[in-house]
Nanobody, 122 residues
Framework: QLQLVEAGGGLVQSGGSLRLSCLASGFPLNAYAIGWFRQAPGKEREVISCHSDADTYYRMSEKGRFTISRDNTKNTVYLQMNNLKPEDTGVYYC?????????????????WGQGTQVTVSS
């Protein structure tokens, strides 16, 4: 059974850092594209970053502040978030797509974690 579990969210002040983790089980991580998404209150879920065997993607507003990485030995994908801003607040989800290449649409991902809350105070 394919499962994704996020961890690492919390409350942080503006300018602070958090590292999110996404532990995958039931499938080989390197065969899937793993995306990180954010859903802010009252807004649609949107892609933040993606890591696959072939490429890496960052949305422009997070480029330079966020870093995605993968540890295949731990079957875990990380999202290091630095210089956090209040607009980064939301529920962060990791998701898996059966693709060698990164995907950026929500409907391209078939497996989702339960989400972890990130709150950035000003």
């Amino acid at each position: 059974q394919l499962q994704l579990v996020e961890a690492g969210g919390g409350l942080v002040q503006s300018g602070g850092s958090l590292r999110l983790s996404c532990l995958a089980s039931g499938f080989p991580l390197n065969a899937y594209a793993i995306g990180w998404f954010r859903q802010a209150p009252g807004k649609e879920r949107e892609v933040i970053s993606c890591h696959s065997d072939a490429d890496t993607y960052y949305r422009m507003s997070e480029k330079g502040r966020f870093t995605i990485s993968r540890d295949n030995t731990k079957n875990t994908v990380y999202l290091q978030m630095n210089n956090l801003k209040p607009e980064d607040t939301g529920v962060y989800y990791c998701a898996a797509a059966e693709s060698r290449w990164c995907r950026i649409r929500v409907d391209e991902y078939g497996y989702w974690g339960q989400g972890t809350q990130v709150t950035v105070s000003s």
